[in-house]
């Protein structure tokens, strides 16, 4: 198991569950897109990089409107 998942600090620092599992998401899909990463490996996976790059505060969801879909209402409704 992931060590820094066992504290919910990162839970909350990321501002819930499913804030920080988008993260782990959108980081490990920047790692195989070979983006390198900002710990070093030490032999961990993708998703152990990505965590432990969130538990020291080296990346952070972007929340800005430019990467939200808007949520407009159909034509001719």
């Known amino acids: ?3 820094a998942l066992k504290d919910d ?3 909350r620092d990321c501002g ?3 804030r920080l599992t988008s993260l782990v998401q959108a980081r490990v899909r920047e790692l195989l897109d070979g983006a390198r990463p900002l710990v070093e490996r030490r032999g961990r996976s993708d998703i ?3 965590v432990q790059e969130i538990a020291e505060g080296k990346i952070e969801l972007d929340l800005s409107s430019d990467n939200v879909d808007s ?3 159909p034509a001719g409704v």
């Open 16 to 18: 819930g569950r499913f």
């Open 9 to 11: 600090k990162i839970v």
């Open 1 to 3: 198991m992931i060590e």
């Open 71 to 73: 949520q407009e209402e």
């Open 48 to 50: 152990e990089v990505a």
